[in-house]
């Protein structure tokens, strides 16, 4: 009851239209935990049946958190069950199937000999225990779950079509990304950090399968192009960094002007297209009071699009862009540091690096500090990040973008007779 009783309230709460942000922050904080002992203590010592009552609650709530019209996915063969089931290193929510990990997760406490001693079950044994060394019957190791996801993994693609499983990998590749489903951990009582029901659908749609067609033609192909979610994005890292670094050791400004001009200015503009007056600047400055600046440029992609599967890995295309940054603004700031991000907030470890290297001057600036706080506040940091990013993606995929007014909508504003109101009717001018 002390598992089984609290999903069943929590898919209650879900049907009832609760954040399933904060059902999912719930489980994770106070149910799996429970989970995870009782799977460690009685795990060899119980036949698999015991524990189908938790499953088939977890399952429940796997599906009440799942987008209504992908619930079918969860319905047949377990592929997206036992997806959700990996941990996030591996491209998963964490959301443990029981009767098949228990015996390995008790194993991961215990020698062989002890379970034998304990009275584990044999059939137990025989699956969470495997021999080092064939030549020595008595040498045994347990299995361990590392080496289980990676099996488990491994499967999902059994029985999917060519492009089917190439979709699945593709997508998996990117869930295993640094940050790529940090959004899912929002807190529920911090309003950047939480998600509302259609943010969560995004985010899921985004690291699970599921976008429609309409959704990526307004991600991938929006009619005003992508300055929205770049400009968005471009305030949402310098609010993080402003939050999560000691307050009055750092400045922040936009589009800084460049600190040098290199000699091939007026030949790479030429190669842009643009005017050597107007070449356009980096997105933040970060400038410390130690003396020194950072210059970020903010971009924006989504690795699951035509173009960016053109890349050996999701991986590989966020590395091509952020090359592609450093060569566009080579030459021009002294500390120049590309940031790009997918739609789903994952990012390689050289843009969470860009992270890392403000948190550790800004550790400098602020006098001593314990060794761990500049980590604590890089993840904090990108964890912020990650949720503005699908807050973005998913306004990006569901607003429509405003359009001019039809040349005769000012007709009857008396003696006004050009298509656009004068300053002095509260126009423009």
């Known amino acids: 009851m002390r598992v089984v009783g609290p999903t069943d309230r929590l898919i209650t709460e879900l049907e009832a239209d609760a954040k399933p942000s904060t059902a999912y922050f719930a489980l994770t904080r106070f149910v799996i935990p429970n989970v995870l002992y009782h799977m460690q203590v009685w795990g060899l010592l119980c036949e698999q049946g015991v524990w189908d009552e938790v499953d088939r609650a977890l399952s429940r709530f796997c599906s009440a958190l799942c987008p209504r019209d992908l619930r079918d996915r969860l319905a047949s063969p377990a592929a997206l069950r036992t997806e959700l089931s990996l941990p996030q290193e591996f491209g998963g929510l964490g959301i443990p199937r029981v009767a098949v990990e228990a015996r390995l997760r008790a194993a991961d406490q215990w020698t062989r000999r002890e379970a034998i001693e304990a009275g584990a079950l044999g059939a137990n044994i025989s699956v969470a225990y495997r021999r080092t060394n064939e030549l020595d019957a008595s ?23 060519s492009v089917g499983a190439r979709d699945l990998m593709w997508r998996r590749d990117r869930n295993q990304l640094r940050s790529a489903l940090w959004a899912f951990n929002a807190v529920p009582w911090v309003e950047e950090l939480s998600l509302d029901h259609s943010e969560w659908d995004m985010a899921w749609r985004l690291a699970f399968g599921g976008l429609t ?63 050597p007056d107007g070449w356009k600047r980096a997105d933040v400055a970060v400038a410390f009071i130690t003396g020194k600046t950072f ?34 603004y080579r030459g021009y700031y002294r500390n120049f540091l590309p940031y790009v991000i997918d739609l789903g907030g994952a990012v390689t470890e050289s843009s969470f690096g860009a992270l890392k290297q403000i948190s550790d001057e800004a550790a400098t600036a602020s006098g001593p500090r314990l060794e761990w706080e500049k980590c604590d506040w890089a993840v904090r940091m990108q964890r912020r990040i990650a949720v503005a990013m699908v807050r973005t993606a998913c306004q990006a995929a569901t607003r429509t973008p405003a359009r001019p007014p039809p040349p005769d909508c000012y007709a009857g504003f008396g003696r006004l007779t050009s298509a656009q109101p004068s300053a002095a009717d509260g126009g423009s001018g």
């Open 295 to 328: 210059t970020l440029d903010v971009r924006t992609t989504n690795t699951q699009s035509a173009s960016a599967r053109g890349a050996a890995s999701a991986e590989a295309h966020l590395c091509a862009q952020e090359a592609a940054k450093r060569a566009k």
């Open 139 to 161: 040498l045994w190791e347990a299995v361990g779950m590392k080496r289980f996801y990676a099996v488990e993994a491994a499967a999902l693609t059994g029985g999917l079509s």
């Open 213 to 275: 067609l309409e959704m990526r033609r307004l991600i991938d192909h929006p009619e005003d192009g992508f300055t929205f979610r770049g400009r968005r994005m471009e305030y949402a890292v310098a609010e993080a960094i402003r939050e999560c670094v000691p307050p009055g050791v750092v400045k922040i400004s936009s589009q800084p002007a460049p600190e040098h001009t290199p000699l091939d200015h007026v030949e790479r503009c030429r190669r842009e297209g643009t005017s």
